[in-house]
Structures are given as structure tokens and as C-alpha cells.
Nanobody, 119 residues
Framework: QVQLVESGGGLVQAGGSLRLSCAASGSISSIIAVGWYRQAPGKQRELVATIISGGRQNYTDSVKGRFTISRDNAKNTVYLQMNSLKPEDTAVYYC?????????????WGQGTQVTVSS
């Protein structure tokens, strides 16, 4: 129903910046939240940042003050601006769109994009 295509990952030195993009297509309706998650090798997937309906933003403590999530509703695209990157930010980053429809939550995920931060 919903297809998400991510871009913007790559290699960067510590202290550098990257901007991730996630473009949605398909049945885009009843979206109640969008966000970014990440998963490092051997670790569980964790929440990075979200935007809830109404515009409220939430960040995990480890990225607060360094990362900024934003959304362009006209383009159905969500962004993650990452500044002051650290080696511990190295992970595969996944975008997520959550839909609430017929009293159920539906989650759609991007394919993942690799972010590698070198020392």
C-alpha cells in the first residue's frame, strides 16, 4: 500500500553531517506519525526521532541537539538532518510511516540506508 524509498546515507568523518531523505508513494492517508529508526550490527533496532500528527517532535536522548527531523507534506517526504556525527551513530537507518486505519496501526518501512561515521 505504501512504498518508502530512502537516500542520503554514506561515509562521513566524526563531526560531519548527513541528511537522510525518505520519499513515500502509494496509498498515503491516515498517517499519524513518521519517524526514523536505526540498527547497529549485533544490536536491536532503536527509535531515533519521530513527528506525531500535529507536528510534535520526539528524539532519543543520544541524538537530542544534534539531529533534526522534518517533513515536507507536499512531497510526502521525511528528512533527518544529522550534525556533529559520532562513530556510535554508525548504523543502518530506516524510515517509518505509521497509519491508523479501521482501528488498527499499520507500519511501513524503508529499505534502510547505511550511515558510517569514521574516527
Amino acid at each position: 500500500q505504501v512504498q518508502l524509498v530512502e537516500s542520503g546515507g554514506g561515509l562521513v568523518q566524526a563531526g560531519g553531517s548527513l541528511r537522510l531523505s525518505c520519499a513515500a508513494s502509494g496509498s498515503i492517508s491516515s498517517i499519524i506519525a513518521v519517524g526514523w529508526y536505526r540498527q547497529a550490527p549485533g544490536k536491536q533496532r532503536e527509535l531515533v526521532a519521530t513527528i506525531i500528527s500535529g507536528g510534535r517532535q520526539n528524539y532519543t536522548d543520544s541524538v537530542k541537539g544534534r539531529f533534526t527531523i522534518s517533513r515536507d507534506n507536499a512531497k510526502n517526504t521525511v528528512y533527518l538532518q544529522m550534525n556533529s556525527l559520532k562513530p556510535e551513530d554508525t548504523a543502518v537507518y530506516y524510515c517509518n510511516f505509521r497509519k491508523y486505519y479501521y482501528s488498527k496501526n499499520y507500519d511501513y518501512w524503508g529499505q534502510g540506508t547505511q550511515v558510517t561515521v569514521s574516527s
